[in-house]
């Protein structure tokens, strides 16, 4: 049965850290894609960042970049969001989710993983920033 556990959110004050971690199993973790979303409250979905785990190659949102950091650790079947500098607008309920099928493409020049790429979505977890 294929799960993901995503886990590590909390209350944090503006321009502090977090690491978020996702758990998987049921799956061959070498050979897909893990990603990461959030949402708001009233707010719609949007993609954080990706990773091929593969290849490890990585997709940041623009929205993120430079603060966050995604990894693959496969003999952990875990990957990993570091969150640092965090903002009051980085509040949401992030969710991790699974491509097993191959949809989600990440290049050196860009990224191709929207949400309707995943196949599995586990539970989020709750990230609070405040200022």
């Known amino acids: 049965e294929v799960q993901l556990q995503a886990s590590g959110g909390g209350l944090v004050q503006a321009g502090g850290s977090l690491r978020l971690s996702c758990a998987a199993s049921g799956f061959t973790f070498r050979d897909v894609a893990i990603g990461w979303f959030r949402q708001a409250p009233g707010k719609e979905r949007e993609g954080v960042s990706c990773?091929?785990?593969?290849?490890?190659?990585?997709y940041l949102a623009d929205s993120v970049k430079g603060r966050f950091t995604i990894s693959s650790d496969n003999a952990k079947n875990t990957v990993y969001l570091q969150m640092n500098s965090l903002k009051p607008e980085d509040t949401a309920v992030y969710y991790c989710a699974a491509d097993l099928d191959s949809i989600v493409v990440i290049t050196p020049t860009g990224g191709f993983c929207p949400d309707y790429a995943m196949d599995y979505w586990g539970k989020g977890t709750q990230v609070t920033v405040s200022s």
């Open positions: 990773v091929t785990t593969g290849d490890g190659s990585t």
